[in-house]
């Protein structure tokens, strides 16, 4: 087999920006900074905007548009018009 064919597969840890928590597991993605992890070691930190910490799916904060009323108005609005 070729070597440096495939990318390093290692230890990392994700951080989520909005609610500040951290899980370690196993990636590929290249980062720049290093954060001490609980068991005393160091490992590649990766930043990322949202998790299952923050996502509002997750959190059950998931905001619904309330549609009653759309098609009403939109009926309303278009029932005068001739085809």
Do not use: C
């Not at 196993?26 to 160091?42: A, L, M, N, P």
């Amino acid at each position: 087999m070729r070597e440096n064919l495939h990318p390093i597969y290692r230890d990392v840890v994700f951080k989520d920006l909005q609610s500040g928590f951290s899980f370690l597991t196993r990636s590929t993605i290249q980062t720049k900074e290093t954060i001490k992890w609980e068991d005393g070691k160091e490992y590649p930190l990766a930043k990322v905007e949202i998790s299952s910490k923050s996502h509002p799916f997750y959190t059950g904060q998931d905001r619904r548009v309330d549609t009653t009323g759309r098609v009403e108005k939109f009926m309303n609005k278009y029932k005068n018009i001739k085809k």
